[in-house]
């Protein structure tokens, strides 16, 4: 068994893992201090949010109920989020909770049932929010409407399938880290490659390698080539180049580099012929035979704010050479996101380069930690979901719309579908008021429920706007199981520290649940926590047995504290399979080739996403009343919105603020200094953030991260001013298309003022209004 370097655990630290790294915890003078991992070469500094945050006043210490919902019962209610809550005894509140479980099923049947979860909570396997619920759903309930896709690449994985295969070969199974090292010559990436977001990935990660890897390229000599309105999305060491495009004009300048690579003969048609299909509807569309208008750079300029001379010097740049082309996922998290991704691997088709070493596509390398890296050659410990007898589901982005608009048909992946009439959302591991869209059109759709039910461990807005809350631990306050598909570490998670007040594990809360539903044996199955993790981990240990390789008993591994996991080789995966031999190594696509046109999509006959990639202009432009664009990417000091109050979150706040960053030119026309608190504003709604000026953001533009909790002015408003800058106040809740309807919650419009009045103070991490004993709980 392999053990971690002595500095890798510093002595009376036990150790632990999370979403952003591998850390060990102990407690020094009653303070929690954290150490990374000794074998990370480029440690994430946000688990140094958790010393302040284990326990900040934000925490939840008891069981909770809305005022309302406990004297008036379920239904529909628009004082959620206005309301105050009553403390109450576990037993009462479990006892509640079940009956109103019953009732709904009994009924409304199961489908009444939304379970919401977006598995984040933990990077620990077995207390993993999203299986927890949805198996207690599943086993113990008799199922639920589920979600489908994710907020992050709600359009790629549904276009990825139909045109390139599977979404984890492309991903996960592709291009590596190592490959880019040692043999490209060109990175050309659209919406870039940010650390902030591959320091991050499910299960955890021990050797953050992303930054070392581009800069052994670019002392090779790779070229790095930035697409997109900030600079900051390649870090310095690529030494990259600024192509500084208008947003949401990436599909555009594809188009237009193919264009030139066909015009001049130096695309390659050999691997076009060989690899792909419908390659002559496309090129029919690309040189203006189908519709009168080549795409070329002439035509591209305008739109894209680019010369049509550069344009067309970046295509010869590409040609020759070892190309690998990237696209961000935040590219696809606005209107026709499906595009940019069918088109940049079009351009890469054209280049030639798929299934070589370093080069072709490898959609969103960068985007997550997992992504780029070899794969483990044994299995995870995962805990089973089980299977959802009801089957119903709608795409995650459109959880407002299902609330809001039961009984409504919708397209989604070419079916009709009907949205399902939910009464109750159980929602644990999650913050749908980060992750969702016009939170003010939430609101109202939360609003319509007859019971929202939370496990939470502080008082989120999500938590705020819940009927029941039910206290949760923080990962470090329960025993786990760090892994990752493509990580080489096997991290035992011990227990740090207590439960905060009276908080309890998913895990527990759920068996309760489970009790008073005459199901707990089929969900808990006879077993402890601790039986659990030895359960799970048998699976692993006997994989590495069966290939002759040190496979230590489970209590060995948790004294351990870590094992080293076998990886499979860095063979480039099925695409380079496919290159190697098309016919013997198909892709999972209708043809078996990459789908240049694709007969499936055309037959959808969705305007929204024609049946070749194509030039499909936004409906959200600056226009007067909203003249910039709101870039709203993810944040750089914490997962999401989780510990938005730790202190490396809190840090890089300006005065308690979210800060946003815009160009001085356009500061300076608004009469704005850096450092001044602005409002941003468009029809949707308003927030205040602290602005710091740039010359790394694109004139026109304004970047405001995602994250900070949503702290409303007044909540008694229907459009209240979020005063501590959460931008989903102001982002669009509309799909990317009738194809894959994912989220658009990347890019909208919006306009900047001063902030001039008395600052309204930050109230996000206060508990909501004293609670009040419940005469029920005394009992």
């Given at each position: 068994?392999?053990?971690?370097?002595?500095?890798?655990?510093?002595?009376?630290?036990?150790?632990?893992?999370?979403?952003?790294?591998?850390?060990?915890?102990?407690?020094?003078?009653?303070?929690?201090?954290?150490?990374?991992?000794?074998?990370?070469?480029?440690?994430?500094?946000?688990?140094?949010?958790?010393?302040?945050?284990?326990?900040?006043?934000?925490?939840?210490?008891?069981?909770?109920?809305?005022?309302?919902?406990?004297?008036?019962?379920?239904?529909?209610?628009?004082?959620?989020?206005?309301?105050?809550?009553?403390?109450?005894?576990?037993?009462?509140?479990?006892?509640?909770?079940?009956?109103?479980?019953?009732?709904?099923?009994?009924?409304?049947?199961?489908?009444?049932?939304?379970?919401?979860?977006?598995?984040?909570?933990?990077?620990?396997?077995?207390?993993?929010?999203?299986?927890?619920?949805?198996?207690?759903?599943?086993?113990?309930?008799?199922?639920?409407?589920?979600?489908?896709?994710?907020?992050?690449?709600?359009?790629?994985?549904?276009i990825i399938p139909h045109t390139f295969g599977g979404y984890e070969d492309m991903t996960k199974h592709n291009v590596t880290w190592e490959q880019i090292a040692e043999h490209t010559d060109v990175v050309l990436a659209f919406?870039?490659?940010?650390?902030?977001?591959?320091?991050?990935?499910?299960?955890?990660?021990?050797?953050?390698?992303?930054?070392?890897?581009?800069?052994?390229?670019?002392?090779?000599?790779?070229?790095?080539?930035?697409?997109?309105?900030?600079?900051?999305?390649?870090?310095?060491?690529?030494?990259?180049?600024?192509?500084?495009?208008?947003?949401?004009?990436?599909?555009?300048?594809?188009?237009?580099?193919?264009?030139?690579?066909?015009?001049?003969?130096?695309?390659?048609?050999?691997?076009?012929?060989?690899?792909?299909?419908?390659?002559?509807?496309?090129?029919?569309?690309?040189?203006?035979?189908?519709?009168?208008?080549?795409?070329?750079?002439?035509?591209?300029?305008?739109?894209?704010?680019?010369?049509?001379?550069?344009?067309?010097?970046?295509?010869?740049?590409?040609?020759?050479?070892?190309?690998?082309?990237?696209?961000?996922?935040?590219?696809?998290?606005?209107?026709?996101?499906?595009?940019?991704?069918?088109?940049?691997?079009?351009?890469?088709?054209?280049?030639?380069?798929?299934?070589?070493?370093?080069?072709?596509?490898?959609?969103?390398?960068?985007?997550?930690?997992?992504?780029?890296?070899?794969?483990?050659?044994?299995?995870?410990?995962?805990?089973?979901?089980?299977?959802?007898?009801?089957?119903?589901?709608?795409?995650?982005?459109?959880?407002?719309?299902?609330?809001?608009?039961?009984?409504?048909?919708?397209?989604?992946?070419?079916?009709?579908?009907?949205?399902?009439?939910?009464?109750?959302?159980?929602?644990?591991?999650?913050?749908?008021?980060?992750?969702?869209?016009?939170?003010?059109?939430?609101?109202?759709?939360?609003?319509?429920?007859?019971?929202?039910?939370?496990?939470?461990?502080?008082?989120?807005?999500?938590?705020?706007?819940?009927?029941?809350?039910?206290?949760?631990?923080?990962?470090?306050?329960?025993?786990?199981?760090?892994?990752?598909?493509?990580?080489?570490?096997?991290?035992?998670?011990?227990?740090?520290?207590?439960?905060?007040?009276?908080?309890?594990?998913?895990?527990?809360?759920?068996?309760?649940?489970?009790?008073?539903?005459?199901?707990?044996?089929?969900?808990?199955?006879?077993?402890?926590?601790?039986?659990?993790?030895?359960?799970?981990?048998?699976?692993?240990?006997?994989?590495?047995?069966?290939?002759?390789?040190?496979?230590?008993?489970?209590?060995?591994?948790?004294?351990?504290?870590?094992?080293?996991?076998?990886?499979?080789?860095?063979?480039?995966?099925?695409?380079?399979?496919?290159?190697?031999?098309?016919?013997?190594?198909?892709?999972?696509?209708?043809?078996?080739?990459?789908?240049?046109?694709?007969?499936?999509?055309?037959?959808?006959?969705?305007?929204?996403?024609?049946?070749?990639?194509?030039?499909?202009?936004?409906?959200?432009?600056?226009?007067?009343?909203?003249?910039?664009?709101?870039?709203?990417?993810?944040?750089?000091?914490?997962?999401?919105?989780?510990?938005?109050?730790?202190?490396?979150?809190?840090?890089?706040?300006?005065?308690?603020?979210?800060?946003?960053?815009?160009?001085?030119?356009?500061?300076?026309?608004?009469?704005?200094?850096?450092?001044?608190?602005?409002?941003?504003?468009?029809?949707?709604?308003?927030?205040?953030?602290?602005?710091?000026?740039?010359?790394?953001?694109?004139?026109?533009?304004?970047?405001?991260?995602?994250?900070?909790?949503?702290?409303?002015?007044?909540?008694?408003?229907?459009?209240?001013?979020?005063?501590?800058?959460?931008?989903?106040?102001?982002?669009?809740?509309?799909?990317?298309?009738?194809?894959?309807?994912?989220?658009?919650?990347?890019?909208?419009?919006?306009?900047?003022?001063?902030?001039?009045?008395?600052?309204?103070?930050?109230?996000?991490?206060?508990?909501?209004?004293?609670?009040?004993?419940?005469?029920?709980?005394?009992?």
């Amino acid at each position: 068994m392999s053990k971690l370097p002595p500095a890798a655990i510093p002595e009376g630290f036990k150790p632990h893992s999370s979403h952003w790294g591998v850390f060990s915890a102990a407690w020094r003078d009653g303070k929690l201090t954290v150490a990374p991992h000794g074998g990370d070469p480029d440690p994430n500094g946000i688990i140094d949010n958790f010393p302040e945050a284990i326990r900040h006043k934000a925490r939840i210490a008891k069981p909770m109920v809305r005022r309302g919902w406990l004297e008036r019962g379920p239904g529909p209610d628009h004082r959620r989020g206005r309301d105050e809550y009553v403390e109450m005894e576990w037993d009462a509140v479990l006892d509640l909770l079940g009956a109103e479980l019953i009732r709904v099923r009994d009924k409304h049947g199961a489908g009444a049932v939304f379970g919401g979860s977006y598995g984040w909570s933990s990077a620990g396997r077995f207390h993993h929010a999203q299986s927890q619920v949805h198996r207690f759903l599943n086993f113990a309930y008799g199922g639920y409407v589920a979600s489908v896709n994710s907020y992050s690449s709600g359009a790629a994985s549904v276009i990825i399938p139909h045109t390139f295969g599977g979404y984890e070969d492309m991903t996960k199974h592709n291009v590596t880290w190592e490959q880019i090292a040692e043999h490209t010559d060109v990175v050309l990436a659209f919406g870039g490659m940010a650390l902030k977001n591959s320091m991050v990935a499910g299960g955890g990660i021990s050797q953050h390698v992303e930054r070392g890897a581009m800069q052994r390229a670019r002392a090779r000599g790779c070229d790095f080539l930035l697409v997109g309105p900030l600079r900051s999305d390649l870090p310095e060491e690529a030494g990259a180049e600024w192509i500084a495009n208008i947003p949401n004009t990436d599909t555009a300048l594809m188009l237009a580099l193919t264009h030139t690579l066909v015009a001049n003969g130096l695309h390659d048609r050999e691997f076009l012929d060989r690899y792909t299909v419908g390659w002559p509807v496309f090129e029919r569309y690309l040189m203006g035979e189908a519709d009168g208008q080549a795409k070329d750079a002439d035509w591209a300029a305008p739109i894209t704010g680019l010369s049509a001379d550069a344009i067309r010097a970046l295509a010869r740049r590409l040609a020759g050479r070892r190309v690998l082309v990237t696209v961000a996922h935040a590219l696809q998290r606005a209107e026709h996101g499906e595009q940019p991704v069918w088109m940049a691997g079009v351009l890469a088709a054209a280049l030639g380069q798929i299934g070589l070493p370093g080069g072709g596509y490898a959609y969103a390398l960068g985007a997550i930690g997992y992504y780029g890296r070899r794969s483990n050659a044994v299995p995870s410990p995962t805990l089973s979901q089980g299977r959802n007898r009801h089957g119903n589901y709608i795409p995650v982005a459109r959880i407002a719309d299902m609330l809001l608009n039961p009984g409504k048909e919708y397209r989604y992946n070419g079916q009709t579908r009907t949205y399902p009439d939910i009464r109750l959302v159980y929602w644990a591991g999650g913050n749908p008021f980060h992750h969702h869209q016009d939170l003010n059109r939430l609101r109202r759709a939360f609003a319509q429920v007859d019971t929202l039910v939370v496990h939470e461990l502080a008082w989120t807005a999500t938590a705020r706007h819940a009927d029941v809350v039910l206290p949760a631990t923080m990962t470090l306050e329960r025993e786990d199981i760090g892994c990752s598909s493509h990580d080489p570490l096997l991290v035992a998670m011990h227990r740090v520290a207590e439960p905060f007040g009276e908080a309890r594990d998913d895990y527990d809360i759920f068996a309760a649940l489970s009790e008073r539903m005459g199901t707990r044996d089929a969900f808990t199955e006879g077993r402890t926590t601790r039986e659990w993790l030895a359960h799970l981990y048998e699976r692993t240990r006997e994989s590495l047995a069966a290939q002759g390789l040190p496979a230590p008993s489970f209590e060995e591994f948790w004294e351990a504290g870590h094992m080293a996991l076998p990886q499979n080789p860095d063979d480039g995966g099925p695409w380079r399979a496919f290159r190697e031999d098309p016919v013997a190594n198909p892709l999972p696509t209708p043809s078996g080739r990459i789908e240049v046109f694709s007969e499936t999509i055309a037959g959808f006959n969705e305007p929204s996403c024609p049946g070749h990639p194509a030039w499909l202009p936004p409906e959200d432009v600056p226009r007067a009343e909203a003249p910039l664009h709101l870039v709203a990417n993810q944040p750089a000091t914490r997962l999401h919105s989780q510990l938005d109050f730790g202190g490396h979150s809190i840090a890089s706040k300006h005065r308690g603020r979210e800060v946003a960053a815009m160009h001085p030119d356009d500061a300076a026309a608004r009469g704005i200094g850096d450092g001044d608190v602005i409002r941003l504003f468009n029809a949707r709604g308003a927030c205040l953030a602290a602005v710091r000026l740039s010359d790394g953001v694109k004139p026109g533009v304004i970047q405001l991260q995602t994250g900070a909790w949503y702290d409303p002015a007044d909540p008694e408003e229907e459009t209240p001013l979020c005063v501590h800058g959460n931008p989903n106040v102001l982002t669009r809740d509309v799909g990317t298309s009738a194809l894959a309807q994912g989220c658009t919650g990347q890019l909208t419009t919006v306009e900047v003022e001063r902030f001039t009045g008395n600052l309204p103070p930050i109230r996000a991490f206060d508990p909501p209004g004293a609670a009040v004993h419940h005469p029920v709980a005394a009992e």
